[in-house]
């Protein structure tokens, strides 16, 4: 270090230079825009949201004040393509720069279309876009939800379809933007709260009017991707673009050109059902009528047939041996019953004889000792107690 020859001019310090650089950045770049992907985006919690904006080639960070952020009112995440505008500054303290952003706004075409692709081909890898996991639209739904904007023609073009579709059926709209940096997020949240639902629908409808790419980009957006996929309702696709597809139509479980012909798709029309149910009650009437015509004249030939004439007559002499018979049974059990009644009267008759109450009842007494009856003189102890009875009572003596 000794032997060093000193500068013969001064030497700026750290502090010094860094100001240099922080006159020239922020000089030279205010008002400036600039396009790339999201990412690391994090919010502080004073409000203040910092991420980082980035290429192929190179990286710039960013910062949305507070106030700034609450006044564009965004909503932004990770991986999305856009444009920022705003100025260049230094941050002396870490020795770095970053973009003040106040601007935000949706990548443009090209940039859009090549993130489209790249999207595409990645959930196709991951068999996202699959018929196996397409479930299959409900027949018969009663109860849809529709996701789109709450003030959009789309709702009013649903409504009205259903309504003259199949007026039986309940909708069940939740308000989503459907373009804008905010878009994707609120469209994620309506998915979300209809699957997270215990009592939900039985088909949900997603979509918008139709509109240029970035006007329908939300539909693009892997997080809309893949919350229909995981959306246990069948989903029906309905961003209105009959030529191109958005990554939203493939994972679907249908799609749809327009929200019009999503309605189409869900549900029947209840006249064509109605004309149906007649039809088949017309043919059902003709198929009955004939099958009844038809076993008519079966039955017919059947009770003029050989064979039936012959089991009648055998019928019929049965019964005439049936009735022979009953007449002759008839006839024994009465011959029984009086030859039982005439021994029971003989049997009264007998019993009556030997009645030892007949005496009495036709005006005698008798005498009773030690309760027997004393039938003779001889039999008849003076000196014990005896009994007289007549019919009509008793009397004791002595």
Known sequence: MTNQIPFSFDVPSVAELTHKIKNVLESNFRDILVEGE?????????????????????????????STAQRLGVNIREGQQVVLGGDIQVYAPHGRYQMIVTLVQQ????????????????LQNEGLFDDAYKKPIPPFPMRIGVITSSTGAAFQDIRST???RWPVAELYLHHASVQGINAA??????????SSQENSVELLIIGRGGGSLEDLWPF??????RAIFNCPVPVISAVGHEVDFSISDFVAD??????????IIAVPNINELRYQIEDYTNSLLSVLQQKIERYKEYVHRLAHSHALLVVQERLKHQKNTIVSLQERMSGRFQRMVLEKQACIQQLHAALENVNPKAPLERGFSR????????????GFEPDIPA?????DGKMNFP
């Open 162 to 164: 259903f309504e003259q």
């Open 367 to 378: 005498i009773i000792q030690k309760g027997k009856w004393i039938r003779e003189r001889k």
């Open 38 to 66: 999201l990412s690391n985006v994090n919010e502080s919690r004073n409000g203040h949201i910092y991420f980082t904006v980035k290429d192929d080639g190179a990286q710039l960070p960013c910062v949305i004040w507070r």
């Open 185 to 194: 997020g609120e469209l994620e949240n309506a998915i979300s709260y209809f």
């Open 254 to 263: 249908a799609r749809a050109a327009t929200p019009t012909q999503a309605v």
């Open 107 to 122: 990548a443009g075409v090209g940039k859009l279309q090549q993130k489209f692709e790249e999207l595409k081909k990645k």
């Open 387 to 391: 009994e007289i009875e007549w019919r």
């Open 220 to 225: 693009n957006e892997e997080v809309v991707a």
